[in-house]
Each structure stands twice: as C-alpha cells, then as structure tokens.
C-alpha cells in the first residue's frame, strides 16, 4: 500500500501537534506545511526538517499533497478548507468546522463534489471518559437522559497570552464547540432545538479582548433532554490547569459525574500545585499520542481503509447550528429555535 501524503496548514500551537502525529504516522509522508508567520515557519522546518510555505497556493504547486489538516485560528478554518477541497485533497479541520453554518454547509456541499471526506478533530469524543459515558447512555437499561451538565473553563492566559486572535473568536466557539458536540455524541447524534444563553462581558474588555468572560446555555435536544451548558475565560492564572471541566448527566435510571480537571494525579512544587492530564498528549521521545492525537491518526486511516472516522462534517455543522443560536440568543437575549 502506497503512503498519503500529508501537509498541515497553520503550525501553531495545535497544528505541530497535526505535524507531529503525520511525522511519526508510518502511513504518511509529511510534505510540507503552510505558516503565515515566518519565525514560527523558520522554527518549525528546522525541527520537523520539512519545507514551510507562506501561502497554500505555494504549497500544493511544490508538493504533492492527499491530505491536509486544518489548524489556523477558529474563524480562518473555512478559507482553508475551500482552497484545499477545491485542490482535491481531504481535509480534518481542527474545532470548530467554522464559525458559520452557511461556511459549514458551503464546506459540505463543495466536498461532495469534489468527492473528498472531511473529518473534524472533535478530540474529547476519543477521550476514555467520554466513550465511558458514551456506551453507557446507548444501554436501553439507562433510560432517556432527563438533563444534563457540561462545562469547560480556560484560565484567562489563554485568551491574553496564548491565542493572539481571541477577540476575533469567542469561548463558544473555543470550548463550547466541543460541549455541544460531546452531548450530541453522548446522546447518539441527537440534535438541539431549542437554545437560550446569557453571557458576561466584563473582564476581557478591561484587558482590551473583545469577548466573552462566560456563557451559560439552556439547550433541549430532539429526544427531549434539557442541558446547561457553561464556558469560560476567566479563570484565574492560579487555577491548577489550564481548563477546568465537569460533566453531570442524569437519565431515568443513573446518574453520571466525570471530572476532567483532576484525573488523579495532583503535584505540587514551592512555586505552584498542578494536576496534569497525562491523558490528552504525551511526548515519549519526541513523538505525540494520547486522545488529543488519535483522532489526527484515526483520520489518515478513514482516508486509506475507509474506517468510519468518529466526528464527521455534519456533527461540525450541528455543532456549529448551535454555537451560532448561543451568540444569538446573547445578542438579542431571546429563546432561538433551530
Ligand atoms: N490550543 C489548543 O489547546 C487547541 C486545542 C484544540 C484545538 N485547537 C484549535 O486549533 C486551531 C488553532 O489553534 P492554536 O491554539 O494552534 O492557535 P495558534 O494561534 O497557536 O496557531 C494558529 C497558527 O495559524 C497560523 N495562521 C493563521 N492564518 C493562517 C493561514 N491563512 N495560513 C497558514 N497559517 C495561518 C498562525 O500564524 C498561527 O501560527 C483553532 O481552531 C483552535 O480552536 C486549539
């Protein structure tokens, strides 16, 4: 069987991750990739001893190209992705899809005809915890979940200090993306319809970030069930990981708690306590794995064995239905119907 080649567009905190994964894959040949910035360009061929381009158009006339991932900032994902379905290559897009559900229905119907697949890296559905939860709802013996509770909080350096693009995205998009998408995976694709939300703008204001500080969503699904769903920004640089993460799920018969912040590994040094998730990525000798980087390989073999890759388009543009309705319903402080 011959190898796919690969290439990655953005190279920034999650796309080297992207680079990582397609350098160790032994399916892959990883061709190149696309950075606008020229430091972290220079950084990353030097570590990786693979040629950065500065635009896509460059990319693919320098190189053969089967497959691309998708890692620029959230509302950069649709360029991208059309540039690169257009060129006939498939493309995993890293959360969310887009930021707009016509961009997401624009990527949908331009891949159908291009006849390439789209997978997009909803990493939190490969996490152990959330396939737990996931085959315990599919029991008839749980019954139909009643109501739900996810929520995920950054510490506030992540919109001040990591992402340089927060103002232009928002925590819904960021974190809530991957909440609505779990649910809907928790609950075998079942879709919202009906969706309110109230939000805080304060805090990253002051600090010159245009975007939310927290969001909490009231969302009913189509099987009926009622889910509160609370993302942030804020949290303080103290907090003992980057994001904090709880999940509650009450169905007719059991009752789920899962904790994602603290997984049983707690340190503490004179400087600060921390408890690290030795789950998502690890580096043994340079190379990633873990349920932030499955999915990256998962993918490669959709492309080549057509196995069933987990986080399809249309779970993108479901998700994204709803993030949309969640900035709607703040804007216009009504009950959106999907
Ligand atoms: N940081 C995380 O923990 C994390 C986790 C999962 C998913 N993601 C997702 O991954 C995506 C990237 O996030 P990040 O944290 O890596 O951001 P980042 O800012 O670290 O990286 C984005 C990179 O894309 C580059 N870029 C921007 N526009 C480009 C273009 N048109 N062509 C090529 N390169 C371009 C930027 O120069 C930057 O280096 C986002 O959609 C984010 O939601 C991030």
Request: charged residues 20%; negative net charge.
């Amino acid at each position: 069987m011959n190898k796919i080649n690969a290439a990655v567009i953005g190279a920034g905190i999650y796309g080297k991750h992207h680079i990582n994964a397609y350098h160790f894959n032994p399916w892959v040949n990883l061709v190149g990739f696309c950075e606008i910035n020229p430091e972290i360009r220079a950084k990353v061929e030097s570590e990786f001893q693979v040629p950065g381009y500065a635009s896509l158009a460059e990319l693919f006339a320098a190189v053969d190209v089967d497959l691309v991932s998708v890692a620029t900032p959230d509302p950069f994902h649709f360029d991208a992705t059309i540039e690169s379905i257009n060129a006939g290559k498939h493309v995993l897009i890293e959360k969310p899809m887009a930021t707009t559900s016509a961009e997401c229905r624009e990527i949908i119907r331009c891949a159908a005809e291009r006849g390439v697949k789209i997978g997009v890296d909803y990493h939190k559905r490969w996490d152990g915890m959330a396939q737990s939860i996931h085959h315990e709802l599919l029991k008839p013996e749980t019954g139909q979940v009643l109501r739900g509770y996810m929520s995920m909080d950054d510490i506030i350096d992540v919109p001040k200090n990591w992402l340089s693009w927060a103002n232009v995205s928002s925590p819904v998009h960021f974190l809530g993306t991957h909440c609505f998408d779990l649910i809907r995976y928790y609950m075998n694709g079942a879709n919202a319809v009906s969706v309110y939300a109230i939000g805080q703008k304060k805090k990253l204001v002051a600090e010159g970030i245009d975007s939310w500080d927290t969001i909490q969503s009231f969302v009913t699904f189509d099987n009926g069930a009622q889910w509160t769903v609370e993302v942030g920004w804020c949290l303080p640089h103290s907090f003992p990981k980057a994001n904090d993460g709880r999940s509650f799920v009450i169905t007719e018969n059991n009752y789920y708690r899962a904790d994602a912040q603290l997984r049983g590994y707690e340190m503490f040094t004179p400087q600060r306590s921390a408890t690290p998730n030795y789950n998502f990525i690890n580096y043994v000798n340079n190379r990633a794995s873990g349920y932030g980087i499955q999915p990256i390989h998962d993918f490669v073999e959709h492309i080549l064995f057509d196995i069933p890759y987990l986080a399809t388009a249309e779970d993108g543009l479901q998700a994204t239905l709803i993030c949309e309705a969640v900035h709607n319903s703040l804007s216009t402080g009504s009950v959106v119907h999907l």
